[in-house]
């Protein structure tokens, strides 16, 4: 690359970073109820490969989906409502037509479920992100008679603002809870998640058009022991811990079992909250808004 080459590269870093820098709100003087150390979220994407489902993917990439909507998710309920972590459940809408049951019954054990866009991608033609949007409010609405809080997509804030989410749980600018601004007057709380800690990167082969020799089928105790590591870290900082899974890949025998070692390594320090995203996002918007008047 010739040096011109060079400054420009670096001048759209500087330019993106300075965009960042406009948009991102973070809170550093953010504490957690009384008594407690670390909120940890455990969230599902239920996307039951949806997106894949779209693309007419082979049939043994489409039967993970399934697994995930008929076994998975009621595995993962059943742990979580059994060890007292209330999940929250990042849904696509069109589940509503695809696993009805499952979903009142994530409700029926006091979990929460929030918008996952309705089939898996955000349409950049506003018009139409705004279709897909109102999509899954009326499919929620009339599957489950439920308001969602919160979404985990790249749905823009005017959208959110309007429909009155309470937070977003995307992208992974930083470790903690932060305000997003759009750059038209709309703020919305982000509940970040990261790679480090998401089950797809370490239980999925082939993941994202990898090669082959990039396998991800890493073995449970490895897993266990990386996200622990992480959990400490936050620990010891008083921090967040957003644990991203999937109900088809998280939801296999031998990664159920590691999960509920995991809860129990994590409940058996003192001040460890594993609230729903939702009371999250409530407790921070209660006790740090947004210090910005938006823009
Ligand atoms: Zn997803």
Redesign the pocket.
Known sequence: MDAAALDAEVATLVAAARDVDAHYEPIPDLAWPEGVRIAVNFTL?F?AML?RRLKHEPPMQLAKGEFGGRVGIWRAVELFSRLGVKATI?T?GRICELYPEALRNVLAQGHEIAD?MWE?HVPKDPAMEDDHFMKTVAAFKETLGLRALGS?SRHSNRLLVREGYLYNSHGSAAHGPHYLHDGAGNCVLNLPFHYAIDDAMFYSANWQGSELLANRFSDTDRVEEIWWQGFLQQYRVGGYLNVCL?PFVSGRAQRIDMLERLVHRMQAMPGVWMPTSADVARHVLATRPSQRASR
């Open positions: 994407d996307d997106l990042f696509v996952h898996h985990r999937h």
